[in-house]
């Protein structure tokens, strides 16, 4: 698989420190809602630097990343800050044949995210959507703040669909006035309040740190989901 | 993340893993040469730092070790019984 110059097309700041990118990408080949790529950024003295990112959006739509700033990143920084209209970088990919859903399945479908974990399963989110799938999917999106929350408006957009989507926000360090959602990180009373039951063999995905996506597993796991449904992607340095 | 964690999972080396095999490995079946588990790529435990090594989630047996340098990479397969393909 070879490198493909891709261009900035557009700008989007999500949050203080989370913006998405479109990206234009001549030969990109297409992909799977779940998938990622990876992105390398060339110095003019030559250094090299590369790291995978989730793909944002849904299968047919432009190529879109949504990044998440890491101070002391050497790619995130260039990507959430500088990064401008117009830029171009290289990109390899698709990538992933595990953490992928086409929607081609009726059971229901339970998307957790930590940070921005979820920017995956956004994809499978705007996927549903687009493909006007009526199979349940909840996604439960752990953020710390409600400034922090990544696709606050068009989740909202989603779920008033009614088309079987649903989302339950934790805040886990600071909660707005008359916040009614979850004010905790996710644990096993809480996931066994917003899981799918579990004759329902729902499918599950879970991306966000190792910390965040084993205590998801386990708990599930606890509230009697088998292991071979969880489907789970962990972030960390390589995705700085 | 905010977290710099050094485990990960079989689907962080899935681009490398395409430019050393030619193939997208996160969703072939791999076999642990310890303990005979059958486990997606994209399932095992991935450690890294100055190399990579990846594990078996069942056992913690090395299944995997890659290390890249000089222009070179150097990939020991020799804990992992079989991996299976999709074609």
């Known amino acids: 698989m070879t490198w493909l110059t891709a261009e900035i097309a557009a700008v989007n700041q999500e949050t203080p420190r989370v913006r998405t990118l479109e990206l234009a990408a001549r030969g990109w080949p297409g992909h799977r809602a779940g998938q990622h790529l990876d992105l390398r950024l060339t110095a003019e003295d030559g250094y090299q630097a590369q790291r995978s990112y989730s793909i944002a959006s849904a299968p047919g739509e432009p190529l879109a990343l949504t990044v998440e700033r890491l101070d002391d990143g050497e790619v995130s920084p260039y ?18 044949g595990y953490f992928v859903w086409d929607g081609d399945e009726p059971q229901p479908s339970l998307l957790i995210a930590g940070g921005s974990g979820v920017v995956p399963l956004m994809a499978m989110s705007r996927h549903h959507a687009q493909i006007e799938s009526r199979a349940p999917m909840r996604l439960v999106v752990s953020s710390r703040t409600l400034a922090d929350v990544i696709y606050r408006e068009e989740l909202n957009r989603l779920t008033a669909k009614g088309d079987g989507f649903e989302v339950v926000h934790t805040l886990t360090r600071e909660q707005p006035p008359g916040w009614t959602g979850y004010t905790r990180r996710i644990d096993p009373e809480l996931l066994s309040e917003v899981a799918f039951p579990a004759a ?17 597993a386990d708990g599930l796991i606890e509230a009697g989901y088998e292991p071979g449904w969880i489907r789970t992607e962990r972030f960390g340095a390589t995705g700085s | 993340m905010e977290t710099r964690d050094l485990k990960l999972d079989g689907n962080a080396i899935g681009g490398l893993m395409l430019e050393l095999v030619g193939s997208d490995l996160t969703a072939a079946i791999s076999v642990c040469g310890g303990c005979g588990a059958h486990e997606e790529m994209a399932r095992l435990d991935v450690y890294t730092g100055a190399g990579i090594v990846v594990r078996c989630r069942h056992c913690e047996a090395v299944m995997i070790r890659i290390v890249q340098g000089r222009g070179r990479s150097w990939l020991d397969l020799s804990g992992t019984a079989s991996l299976q393909l999709d074609q």
């Open chain 1, 79 to 96: 990507l959430v800050d500088e990064a401008r209209e117009g830029d171009r970088l290289e990109v390899r990919g698709p990538i992933g």
């Open chain 1, 200 to 216: 329902e063999a729902p499918r599950v995905y879970v991306c966000g740190s190792t910390r965040f996506v084993d205590a998801a």
